[in-house]
């Protein structure tokens, strides 16, 4: 019996001393400036991180090195992943949560294409199941991993100011499914209330895909129509991209995606 308890008493133990140690370089990690050099890289690559506060930009560099401690990057069809492209994705991806709690927890793994890659989709009618190829620049699958094209990651980093960056666009659906489901509803922040959330998305969502449907141009991408976790998704790109834009047509959704991110980029101007 004497021995049970014992090497039940080793156990806990080894699993207390592996729970302090990844806190602790968890700790770390987020204390972790980057260097002049990576700096320089994150500038060049992602113009949008220069118009960050700079009371934000410690804490980016910290999650950007827990970011980058956390995830394997891995080229596909002959990519070689380079540390510009580590930077470049790892800055928007802790753009998105500089200033939150939340923490993409599950994710280990990015897959990086050169360009546009071919994906296959599964669509249900009843017992009917159909299977067709599509070809993405981005994809997000629940609790990971991401796939991106490069080429358009690069392409949406450069230009900061369009609303369209596919690298946020693919993170955001990251972050609507720390939720358990990818369904446009995020977790709240602190003081935010789903039932106004649900309000406010819901109503901006139907005009939306009324206003797709009748061929009228609004801030909001026509691809947000798809679907509330793609409204959710674009509503996201445009928040950091062009955010007065956004303010200015869709002061609600701006607001309630300012508490959720704890971020107001219409002030980085």
């Not at 804490?59 to 995830?71: A, I, N, P, R």
């Not at 596919?166 to 709240?188: K, R």
């Not at 509330?228 to 609600?252: D, G, I």
């Amino acid at each position: 019996m004497w021995i049970f308890v014992t090497l039940l008493m080793l156990a806990v133990a080894v699993m207390g001393y592996r729970y302090w140690s990844k806190k602790q370089t968890r700790s770390r990690l987020l204390s972790t400036a980057l260097s002049d050099h990576q700096r320089t890289v994150i500038a060049t690559q992602v113009p949008l991180i220069l118009r960050l506060p700079t009371d934000l930009r410690g804490l980016l560099e910290g999650k950007v090195s827990l970011f980058l401690d956390q995830v394997e990057f891995i080229g596909c069809d002959g990519l070689e992943v380079t540390e510009e492209i580590e930077l470049s994705i790892s800055a928007q991806a802790c753009l998105l949560i500089v200033n939150s709690d939340l923490w993409y927890e599950a994710l280990t793994t990015i897959l990086i294409y050169p360009n546009a890659f071919k994906s296959r989709q599964r669509e249900y009618s009843g017992y009917v199941v159909t299977e067709k190829e599509i070809v993405r620049t981005g994809e997000s699958w629940a609790r990971g991993p991401v796939v991106l094209s490069w080429a358009h990651s690069l392409q949406g980093a450069m230009n900061d100011r369009d609303g369209h960056n596919v690298v946020l666009h693919e993170f955001a659906h990251q972050i609507d499914d720390l939720s358990g489901h990818t369904n446009g509803v995020p977790i709240m922040s602190d003081g935010q209330s789903f039932a106004e959330w649900e309000q406010v998305f819901l109503t901006a969502y139907n005009a939306h895909v009324r206003s797709v449907e009748n061929g009228l141009k609004t801030v909001i991408d026509a691809y947000g129509a798809e679907g509330h976790e793609e409204f959710f998704a674009v509503a996201v790109e445009v928040f950091f991209e062009r955010p007065l834009a956004l303010k200015n047509e869709l002061p609600n959704v701006y607001d309630q995606l300012a508490r959720l991110f704890r971020l107001d980029p219409v002030t980085w101007q």
